[in-house]
């Protein structure tokens, strides 16, 4: 691996470019996991590379969300495995009840043993759907071999850099879906019932910070609304106002002078009268 200076202004993004790259040369993360991640730090610039209220808001009622349900269930595919194991390990660490399911796009047995290698690593087990056992309805890609003791029975799915054809899926049969995914445009943020604009590790740092202390609690309740369409809303805002502080105003157009302006007498022949 090419070596990085820590003195480098991107050393954090150059170090998970670096890591990403190996795991793609290792078969870990898929060539497209690439595309992704530039993808994704393209809309992560423009958020400031921070999460704004608006997500830190959205973790909050997350962390509920994951806390209230009888079998949540977080998806993991090879560039979430690649990404954030140790912060995967730390939220089943605060919320134990949460499976952990290998859910794979461009699916081969050896990635899904990849994953769930790089998963038990970190200290997660057990690791579902190496060899699936159930079928999710209305999805023609193999994102529908699921885990029937995982998400064929999970209330609540964490579904992250995920597609929007299978959070359609997930919805329609009847599980509430949380996305994370920077880019509040994409199908998976506008289908998801709760979606989180923030960078993968961020958001799960943030969800095992915020669902410890309500895991302690053991009140339960329903389910909280969530407002998508406004936090996709805020989520874009925070977005146009730091893209709107980096311009600089445009600078005033010269109007033009009278003086071009043809003299009375002197105007140029119109078509009509050249022809
Ligand atoms: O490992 P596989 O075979 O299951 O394939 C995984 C990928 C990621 C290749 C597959 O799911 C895919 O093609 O994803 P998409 O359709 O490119 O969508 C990924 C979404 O995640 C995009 O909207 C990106 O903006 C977003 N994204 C990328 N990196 C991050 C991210 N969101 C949050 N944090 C990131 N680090």
Redesign the pocket.
């Known amino acids: 691996m090419t070596r990085i200076s820590r003195r480098h202004p991107r050393y954090g993004s150059l170090v998970t470019r670096a890591r990403l790259a190996a795991a793609s040369r290792s078969g870990l ?2 060539p ?2 690439l ?3 530039g ?3 393209a ?2 610039y423009f958020l400031g590379e921070r999460t704004s209220p608006g997500a830190r808001r959205a973790i909050r009622a997350a962390a509920v969300w994951l806390v209230r349900a009888h079998h949540p269930v977080l998806s993991v ?3 979430v495995a690649a ?1 954030a194991a140790p912060q995967i390990a730390e939220l089943v660490r605060a919320l134990p009840r949460l499976a952990i399911e290998v ?5 081969t047995q050896a ?1 899904a043993r990849a994953v769930a290698a790089v998963l038990a690593a970190a200290g997660v087990s057990p690791v579902l759907g190496v060899r699936p056992t159930a079928v999710l309805a209305g999805l023609p890609s193999d ?1 529908a071999r699921i885990d029937a003791r995982g998400i064929a029975r999970a209330d609540v799915c964490v579904v ?4 929007g054809d299978r959070t359609a899926a997930l919805r329609a049969a009847g599980k509430r879906v949380i996305a ?4 509040p445009l ?1 199908r ?1 943020a506008r289908q998801a019932d709760l979606p989180i604009i ?4 961020r ?1 799960l740092d943030g969800l095992a910070r915020a669902v410890r202390p309500i895991a302690r609690d053991p009140r339960r309740g329903a389910f909280p609304p969530f407002d998508r369409q406004a936090a996709l809303t805020e989520a874009l805002d925070a977005m146009i106002n730091r893209l709107a502080s980096h311009r600089r105003p445009t600078p005033r157009r010269r109007r033009r002078g009278p003086s071009r302006r043809p003299s009375p007498g002197t105007a140029r022949p119109s078509h009509r009268t050249r022809r």
Do not use: M
Request: charged share 30%; no cysteine.
């Open positions: 993360v898929a497209e996991g595309i992704a991640q993808r994704g730090e809309f992560d595919n090879g560039n990404l859910n794979l796009f461009h699916r990635r994102r992250p850099l995920e597609d994370i995914d920077l880019n994409s998976t923030d960078e993968l590790t958001a």
